[in-house]
């Protein structure tokens, strides 16, 4: 199973970006799908979650200003970040329970990350 992001760079506060992750490989189900984010000299932290039922779960610093869904038929998750502030500044990871054709029990696996870098 891989996951694969794309749709980082560099915009300038107040723009917006969409990330996108897609998940492939020998899937079976996939459960929560999610969105973390590591700043240099800090710990990653959760940026905003999704369970296979589309409930969502955000950290307290994005809401109101990014929105998580994802699309069930193309196992993708996407994260749309409006109102970008510098503080935003960080590589991006996604994640997803992912129970593979093969094992039949969920394991988390991780993006390579992509990077969103806000300019003031």
């Known amino acids: 199973v891989r996951l694969v992001e794309s749709g980082g760079g560099l915009v300038q506060a107040g723009g917006s970006l969409r990330l996108s992750c897609a998940a492939s490989g020998s899937i079976f189900r996939i459960n929560d799908m999610g969105w973390y984010r590591q700043a240099p000299g800090k710990q990653r932290e959760l940026v905003a979650t999704i369970t296979s039922g589309a409930s969502t779960n955000y950290a307290d610093s994005v809401k109101g200003r990014f929105t998580v869904s994802r699309d069930n038929a193309k196992n993708t998750v996407y994260l749309q970040m409006n109102n970008l502030k510098s503080e935003d500044t960080a590589v991006y990871y996604c994640?997803?329970?992912?129970?593979?054709?093969?094992?039949?029990?969920?394991?988390?696996?991780w993006g390579q990350g992509t990077q969103v870098t806000v300019s003031s």
């Open positions: 994640a997803a329970d992912v129970a593979s054709s093969i094992l039949r029990r969920p394991v988390t696996y």
